[in-house]
């Protein structure tokens, strides 16, 4: 189930989460044709040292970056690059923000410069997936009513969630209990309490739901090469709405 959180431990995590926050809203800035991911990923960890904090994901497990920067067909865990950011290209990234050792995760797609009617409903309905996810998400309710949330809406909109994927209790550690899958049924999976500290992820496809990962050993992509599209916040869980703990103050 993973440790339940007290409210200070919850503030603590949401200190972080507002770092992680800021910094995304410093992305959307930044995103334009011509940039690089790489860019991006010394941005982010300049911005985080700057404000007292790591990038978590840096070094853990082996991976090499601040971020995990995905382009187009790239589902997640891309490694950042130097091919510059074309118009039309959807990117997605990836951050976890390490404030006196308390976590907070959430990745946010980017539409490059002027994007299609396709790629522009993709990501609207990922980002509302999210949204779909974290109402259910209040003590009382169970995982499974999180996943058949996102999963239905997704797939009435025409496009699906990739289930490999999944979201994750989150605190000290990147990777706590419980695990949060993105697809599921209604009224079963574990109980959701108050205090728990998850995330909610779900990437989605315009296309097939079949994976390969690349020969770095991080870089999962679209067999089909469709585009894929996440949107990710930390929240708590409460008896009522669940509190975004990497909340924006602009659009999210």
């Not at 309490?193 to 770095?216: F, L, Q």
């Not at 869980?237 to 509190?243: K, Q, V």
Request: a positive charge; glycine letters at 12%; hydrophobic letters at 35%.
């Amino acid at each position: 189930m993973g440790k339940l959180k007290s409210n200070e431990e919850i503030n603590q995590i949401r200190r972080a989460g507002k770092i992680v926050a800021a910094c995304h809203q410093q992305i959307r800035r930044k995103i334009s044709p011509g940039v690089t991911t790489l860019q991006i990923d010394a941005f982010v960890e300049e911005f985080m040292r700057r404000h007292g904090a790591k990038p978590a994901q840096k070094g853990y497990k082996g991976f090499p970056y601040a971020t995990c920067a995905s382009v187009n067909d790239v589902a997640c865990h891309g490694f950042p690059g130097n091919q510059p950011l074309q118009s039309g290209d959807v990117v997605t990234i990836d951050m976890v923000a390490d404030l006196n050792g308390w976590l907070a995760d959430s990745a946010w797609s980017y539409g490059v410069g002027r994007t299609s009617l396709q790629t522009k409903t993709l990501m609207q309905t990922a980002r509302l997936a999210l949204y779909r996810g974290i109402a259910k998400a209040r003590a009382g309710n169970r995982i499974g009513d999180i996943g058949h949330a996102v999963e239905s809406f997704v797939t009435r909109r025409g496009y699906k969630v990739i289930p490999d994927f999944i979201g994750h209790g989150i605190g000290k550690k990147i990777h706590e209990k419980p695990d949060v899958y993105h697809t599921g049924k209604a009224g079963t999976g574990l109980l959701l309490e108050e205090g728990m500290v998850i995330t909610i992820e779900p990437i989605v496809s315009a296309g097939g739901i079949e994976v390969w990962t690349d020969t770095d050993g991080w870089t999962v992509k679209t067999w089909d090469s469709s585009k894929t599209a996440q949107y990710e916040h930390t929240i708590a869980i409460t008896r009522g709405d669940p509190i975004l703990l990497t909340k924006q103050n602009l659009n999210g």
